[in-house]
């Protein structure tokens, strides 16, 4: 068996076959064993399939739909770093010089380091805005081998969902930023931080797991809190200990693909903390959490699915432009709000798409 199917950190699976015949119009435009390599930096390779999570659904699901099947004409080898950030760089060369047909990475990290390695292997890939990040010239005609689908409306979205803890947290003096791990542009950060102070609330910046400058954050917020070096339950946990520790009484959690994998642990551990949160997928308020203001991700996934499609057929990813999500629902959880002693105002009852009772 291959090399990289035993390297610690990695899973691939691969199967192969001829195409049986979908319909003569399709078979005839579809190539034979088109091969994708899938990257996540904490999610275990088992949960990356048609039957995991339903975003995953929603991608193996859309490739169907389109004639890409695994183990008849689609080959798919899946990766994970398994929350240990020190492995990324490697699995970005063992992915590389596997030469897949289309890399499908979760995370900006990986995203540059392939970028830093290639600029051949076309790369689909759900992403918040890829400009700042250096991953496109212009969302339009991104000009470089990655494209996909943009999970972020703007900046003020995070702005926005200060407001909406904070009208149901009423009680709010500290709000933490929770991140996953710290990235050299805190924009998003940087608008949290502004919220919480029109609000007249503290705020703090909150990390998982990661080494950065800390004097930089300290300067600008009234509490940095870092859990550890690697991203893992025992992280998470020391993270939530720490917060209590410095007075943190609510938090806006960030974005993070990390975050999805720990989404039951994270709303556990707010509930044990009795930490109101506001998250930015569905999935966290559907295992318990509060609330969410979040783009739908089986859609994103689905979008996602559609462009490694294109460019399965030969199209190129700078030619692709980049889709931009629009749509946020708005998601209560009563019930939880009742466990911590809160009440959601009217007006946000009325304004939610959903609330679970």
Known sequence: MRRREFIAGIAATATTGIAQPISAQTNAQLPVAKRIAIFHPTEPPEGMTINGRRSFKAYFGGLNKLGYIEGQNLIVERYSALGQP???????????????DVI????????????????????????PDPIPFGLATSLARPDRN??????????E??????????????KLTKVGYFVANPFPIPR?????????????????????????????????????????????QAAY????????????????????????????LIVDLAAR?????????????????????????ADVMGRVADVTGQVLRGKKPGDIPFYRQTKYEFVLNRKTATSLGLEFP?????AADEVIE
């Open 86 to 100: 020190d492995r990324i760089g490697d699995l970005a060369r063992e992915i590389v010089a596997s030469h897949p």
């Open 104 to 127: 499908v990475p979760f995370g900006v990290v990986f995203i540059r380091e392939i970028m830093a390695l290639t600029t051949n292997i076309p790369m689909v890939a759900p992403v």
């Open 146 to 155: 990655v494209t996909g689908v943009v999970m972020d409306a703007g900046l």
């Open 157 to 170: 979205i995070w702005g926005k969902r200060v407001q909406l803890l904070s009208e149901t947290a009423r």
């Open 188 to 232: 998003q950060s940087a608008f949290v931080r502004e919220a919480a102070e029109q609000a007249g609330i503290a705020a703090a910046y909150v990390v998982v797991a990661g080494k950065f400058d800390r004097a930089a954050y300290e300067r600008t917020f009234a509490t940095v809190v870092v859990g550890g070096e690697k991203i893992d």
């Open 237 to 264: 946990e020391r993270t939530f200990d720490a917060m209590e520790k410095e007075g943190v009484d609510g938090i806006v959690v960030g974005d993070a693909v990390e975050h999805l994998t720990y989404r039951q």
């Open 273 to 297: 903390h009795r930490l109101p949160a506001i998250y930015p997928f569905l999935e966290f308020v559907e295992v318990g959490g509060l609330m969410a203001y979040s783009v739908d991700l």
């Open 346 to 350: 009217p007006t946000l009852l009325t």
